[in-house]
């Protein structure tokens, strides 16, 4: 779940910075010179972007970006073009409302080491020319390193990470100098012997410390940060923290105030407050990067932290397979020619099943996907399981990862028990490509991108090309918060049918065991202390601490988004612990003393943990169904 990463960091890329076990001299009257907290930040572009410009004379289209005219192709009603030297590629179809709307594929990035593609609206100028923007996805990455001299005179390090929590990974313990060389020790994980992780030099005429990263990129120049640092949630010495309302803004989201929708104002007062003072001590402190909360259809609060802004995309780990289940029930419900009762093997063969499969892979449909109940030998948790996510993403005889998990072996029936497993969410966007004969990328911009107002997002790529529907996707953080309310409305924004209630109903219920948790359609399923009862919620969730969590009987929708990427304790605290701890206490009903003091939960722990259990569940091995009957009367 939250705990799985949802996009690869490879072991090995982490093992080429580690240059031995070398032997260190003392420091040399160092320590004092170098403490305090330093800073590296690379850029690797894309450098294509900016207008782009399409005309059609006749039959013929051409396209204007980066002061080049250039040749567009014109196939199967895909217009699309190459910029020179690799730079970027466009692809997009003609709408029936007359705009173009298409994606934008990047070079491969260096920093992060993935391609992800954004989206590419051209509205119309006149009959036969249409304009927009291109804006592809930043490709940065940042390390803040903290020095702080030691009571034996020692620097001990302390490495942070926002991008990928690289640094939780590292293992940073110290730095010494020796002259003008310096190089960063410490041990991950499980290990034992210190081990150089970086080295390089300090020029201290002009104060840089130049490490090199060999699998981020190469070499980070250093230089000191201050106070205002966005090391610190919002600085060393944050101001009190006063609520203001979110402004109202181009993205569809009514927005309202915390008084108006009865959420006590001073208690979550109090609980952003606890975010801004939180210690930053080690590399697994927890780094929330933003708090949205929704209550009866209005945005009532939107906090960032750390940097991060409603500007930004952010990644969203293992709660994009949410995502992609929503996508598919989007385009079901649009008219996809694809239902949940689809047999895998047919779809993705061209209509026909192939020769000589096995019944148990014959017998797999969408729908077992969707429920991670396909039967395949996947489990994420299982190293040796052959469809594995770190196997899938380390091989590479298969670069594309529809045609790999298809030739994963089974181990047990369809539908028999849910095994928590990325290569069937994958599998199953894999489908709705195949049926529609388009990107599923180009699908989501149709069915949810416009009528949703989602019009930036990042969405990786596996190495074949094909979008991956196991996680990681990027999304603005109020676009996020967006899935949440579009299930806890039966189906709809803002009035438009977009999901049918039926699926609401199912990918929220509580359809399998999964992790000693519920799951549906790759939606979670959990009860939540609320005053003195339990309320039923479900929940998209991603590791590191992304969460859209929605609430049926309280009208009520909190996200939070981290980046705690490598620690699975830190992310739950932060994700799934922080809201029936300090938000829903101060939610208020109808008839509630609002003068009562509000209590947080101070001590709750989610209630979830290892299990045996993973088949499916029935009314009388699952309380929380009795949720799911709240949630299937939701108003279609």
């Known amino acids: 779940m939250a705990g799985i990463r949802s996009i690869w960091i490879p072991l090995l890329l982490i093992t080429t910075a580690l240059a031995g076990h070398g032997q260190t001299t003392a420091p040399t009257a160092s320590a004092d010179e170098l403490a305090g907290l330093w800073k590296a930040k690379r850029w690797f572009g894309p450098f294509a972007r900016g207008p782009l410009v399409l005309e059609r004379t006749g039959e013929?289209?051409?396209?204007?970006?980066?002061?080049?005219?250039?040749?567009?192709?014109?196939?199967?009603?895909?217009?699309?073009?190459?910029?020179?030297?690799?730079?970027?590629?466009?692809?997009?179809?003609?709408?029936?409302?007359?705009?173009?709307?298409?994606?934008?594929?990047?070079?491969?990035?260096?920093?992060m080491g993935f391609k992800y593609v954004s989206p590419v609206r051209l509205k119309p100028e006149g009959p036969d020319r249409w304009s927009g923007e291109v804006v592809p996805f930043e490709d940065t990455f940042t390390f803040y390193l903290m020095l702080q001299k030691r009571p034996d005179g020692s620097l001990g390090a302390l490495v942070r990470n926002p991008e990928r929590d690289y640094g939780a990974q590292f293992g940073a313990e110290r730095l010494t100098?020796?002259?003008?060389?310096?190089?960063?020790l410490g041990r991950r994980a499980g290990q034992v012997e210190e081990r150089e992780l970086a080295s390089g030099t300090y020029d201290a005429e002009s104060e840089v410390i130049t490490l090199t990263f060999p699998s981020r990129g190469g070499t980070y120049d250093f230089r000191r940060d201050d106070e205002q640092s966005d090391f610190y949630p919002r600085g060393k010495t944050p101001e009190r923290y006063v609520y203001h309302p979110p402004p109202a803004v181009d993205d569809g989201?009514?927005?309202?105030?915390?008084?108006?929708?009865?959420?006590?104002?001073?208690?979550?007062?109090?609980?952003?407050?606890?975010?801004?003072?939180?210690?930053?001590?080690?590399?697994?402190?927890?780094?929330?990067?933003?708090?949205?909360?929704?209550?009866?259809?209005?945005?009532?609060?939107?906090?960032y932290f750390h940097g991060e802004?409603?500007?930004?995309?952010?990644?969203?780990?293992?709660?994009?397979?949410?995502?992609?289940?929503t996508l598919i029930g989007a385009a079901i419900q649009a008219g996809a020619p694809l239902d949940l009762a689809t047999p895998v093997y047919r779809a993705m063969n061209g209509g026909s099943f192939p020769p000589d499969l096995e019944p148990r892979k014959?017998?797999?449909?969408?729908?077992?996907l969707l429920t991670m109940s396909s039967g395949y030998f996947c489990d994420d948790t299982n190293m040796d399981a052959p469809g594995n996510e770190e196997r899938m993403l380390d091989q590479t005889d298969e670069p594309d990862y529809y045609r790999f998990m298809l030739k994963v072996p089974m181990a047990s029936e369809p539908g028999e028990k849910s095994v928590y497993c990325s290569g069937n969410p994958n599998l199953a966007l894999g489908m709705l490509s195949r049926a529609t004969g388009e990107s599923a990328m180009a699908t989501f911009d149709r069915v949810?991108?416009?009528?949703?107002?989602?019009?930036?997002?990042?969405?990786?790529?596996?190495?074949?090309?094909?979008?991956?529907?196991?996680?990681?996707?990027?999304?603005?953080?109020?676009?996020?918060?967006?899935?949440?309310?579009?299930?806890?409305?039966?189906?709809?924004?803002?009035?438009?049918?977009?999901?049918?209630?039926?699926?609401?109903a199912r990918a929220s219920a509580p359809?399998?065991?999964?992790?000693?948790?519920?799951?549906?359609?790759?939606?979670?399923?959990?009860?939540?202390?609320?005053?003195?009862?339990?309320?039923?919620?479900?929940?998209?969730?991603?590791?590191?601490?992304?969460?859209?969590?929605?609430?049926?009987?309280?009208?009520?929708?909190?996200?939070?988004?981290?980046?705690?990427?490598?620690?699975?304790?830190?992310?739950?605290?932060?994700?799934?612990?922080?809201?029936?701890?300090?938000i829903l206490p101060a939610v208020r009903?109808?008839?509630?003393?609002?003068?009562?003091?509000?209590?947080?939960?101070?001590?709750?722990?989610?209630?979830?943990?290892?299990?045996?259990?993973?088949?499916?569940?029935?009314?009388?091995?699952?309380?929380s169904l009795a949720g799911w009957e709240r949630i299937s009367r939701i108003s279609p």
Do not use: C
């Open 589 to 623: 009903e109808p008839g509630d003393d609002r003068n009562a003091p509000v209590i947080p939960r101070e001590d709750y722990v989610t209630p979830y943990g290892p299990s045996s259990e993973s088949g499916p569940v029935t009314a009388a091995r699952s309380s």
């Open 177 to 184: 100098r020796d002259g003008k060389i310096v190089k960063l």
């Open 253 to 303: 989201w009514p927005t309202g105030t915390l008084d108006e929708v009865d959420i006590d104002r001073p208690a979550i007062e109090r609980f952003i407050q606890k975010i801004l003072e939180a210690p930053i001590d080690s590399p697994i402190s927890p780094e929330i990067h933003a708090i949205l909360i929704a209550r009866h259809g209005k945005l009532v609060l939107e906090e």
């Open 448 to 504: 949810l991108g416009v009528p949703m107002k989602i019009r930036r997002y990042g969405w990786l790529l596996d190495p074949a090309g094909n979008p991956f529907g196991g996680g990681s996707v990027q999304l603005l953080p109020r676009d996020f918060l967006k899935l949440g309310q579009l299930m806890l409305d039966g189906g709809t924004w803002q009035g438009r049918r977009i999901l049918s209630h039926d699926f609401v």
């Open 60 to 111: 013929t289209y051409t396209a204007e970006m980066m002061g080049r005219r250039l040749p567009v192709r014109l196939g199967e009603g895909e217009l699309s073009f190459d910029l020179p030297n690799a730079q970027g590629s466009f692809r997009g179809r003609l709408q029936e409302e007359g705009v173009i709307l298409g994606q934008w594929y990047p070079p491969n990035a260096r920093g």
């Open 511 to 582: 359809l399998y065991h999964l992790r000693g948790i519920y799951y549906g359609y790759l939606w979670w399923s959990i009860d939540l202390p609320y005053k003195d009862r339990a309320v039923h919620a479900f929940f998209a969730a991603g590791a590191g601490g992304q969460t859209v969590l929605v609430i049926p009987d309280l009208d009520l929708l909190v996200a939070t988004l981290a980046g705690n990427y490598s620690s699975g304790k830190t992310t739950i605290n932060t994700s799934q612990n922080l809201p029936p701890r300090y």
């Open 309 to 325: 802004n409603r500007e930004k995309l952010h990644e969203t780990r293992s709660a994009a397979k949410s995502l992609t289940a």
């Open 362 to 368: 014959r017998a797999m449909t969408l729908e077992h």
